[in-house]
């Protein structure tokens, strides 16, 4: 199966199955060894946002609160 046949399939997916297999890509891809380089900018973004997240720890998101977000706004 190329990788257009996969992809169409995985849109064929409901959205909880599309988030497990890209969440399972993604540990695949780490556990290979591939390291990321994150660029200034968003070296900057994650310091921004972890500042945000210190000065209010209390507007963080659980899990559930994101997916049902996603599921929301689909």
Known sequence: M???ATLDAARGLPVEDQLDLVF????????AGWQPT????????????LAAHDADPS???TWEQVVDHVRRDR
Do not use: G, N
């Open 38 to 49: 994150p660029s200034p900018e968003l070296l900057e973004e994650l310091k921004r946002r």
């Open 24 to 31: 399972r890509l993604w540990d695949q891809i780490i556990d």
């Open 2 to 4: 190329d990788a257009t």
């Open 59 to 61: 507007r963080a998101l």
